[in-house]
């Protein structure tokens, strides 16, 4: 067992950069010479024991503010909160129809995946009547994250945590999303339009089904990919991965050491094709 973890560990360093800041800040750069505000979605993966959560982050110019433990799924939806007296810091995540019934968050790098919506009222916003209040909300759009860009961090308890980004809000550097596109005037600017915030689109045909197929597909190009790297495949043979998003994602992480960025990205784009129903 023992010798197990020493293997792990060393294949870890040899194939991780060790460039992160003295904290969990690193989860909020995204270039070192721009300044990042705002908000970021990723999966936080113990490599002692396997176990992943989700974690929703608030940066500010580079800085990590704020980390809220989301556990073993993203509730979209649902009111979180960083603060438990001040309502103004609710928020609510909500994706495109697109996406809405997908149960694994992966996402080619800058899609538009949903919206964060947020208020600068006070008095916060009354979850219960949430419906008749979504005009005067305000929304950032959620963009997926580059997941090649997994860093990894060595708690003050030894342990190994990487880090894997799922979503963003736009940084001040962001190509397609400039800052003040999305707090325009809303009769100019509707790239939100057609998302909900409380994700009830209506779907002519049960698809879940088709979804789940489509997991099994993405999936099936994972293991494709894995079967023909010896070094991965050996890694997961000696790893102990029981949780599911946990396994999955110690496999994406492996391939993103492993792989050429360009093959990374083209195994993301089939991942994407697998997911269209």
């Known amino acids: 067992m023992l010798l197990s973890w020493l293997l792990l560990l060393i294949t870890i360093l040899y194939i991780s ?36 959560e989700y974690h929703l982050l608030y940066c500010n110019d580079n800085k990590l503010l704020y980390d809220l433990n989301l556990n073993e799924s993203i509730p979209w939806t649902e009111p979180l909160n960083f603060s438990k007296t001040d309502r103004a810091n609710t928020l609510i995540l909500a994706r495109r129809k697109t996406f809405a019934l997908r ?20 008095n916060g916003f009354d979850i219960h009547s949430r419906e008749n209040i979504t005009s005067s909300l305000k929304s950032i759009p959620l963009l997926a ?4 860009r997994n860093w990894i961090e060595m708690t003050y308890k030894l342990d190994l945590i990487y ?13 397609r ?8 005037n809303k009769e100019l600017n509707n790239w939100d339009k057609y998302i909900s915030m409380s994700e009830d689109y209506n779907y002519n045909y049960d698809s879940r089904v088709l979804v789940r197929q489509a997991v099994d597909r993405a999936l099936k190009q994972i293991n494709l990919v894995i079967d023909g790297s010896r070094l991965v495949k050996s890694r997961l043979k ?6 599911w998003n946990g396994k999955v994602f110690w496999k994406l992480i492996l391939l993103s050491k ?3 960025e360009s093959a990374f990205q083209n195994l993301l784009e089939r991942i994407e094709k697998s997911f269209s129903v």
Do not use: A, M, W
């Open 17 to 52: 950069k060790v460039s992160s800041l003295p904290d969990s800040s690193q989860s909020c750069v995204t270039n070192q010479n721009i300044p990042f505000t705002g908000y970021k979605v990723e999966y936080q993966l113990n490599i002692r024991d396997f176990t992943g």
């Open 103 to 122: 149960t694994f968050p992966i996402y080619l790098p800058n899609t538009l995946v949903g919206s964060v919506y947020y208020t600068d009222d006070i």
């Open 145 to 148: 994250s580059n997941v090649i």
């Open 163 to 175: 880090h894997v980004p799922i979503l963003t809000t736009p940084g001040i550097d962001s190509k």
């Open 177 to 184: 999303y400039k800052i003040g596109f999305f707090e325009s």
């Open 238 to 243: 000696n790893s102990e991965v029981k949780d």
């Open 258 to 260: 492993t792989l050429k």
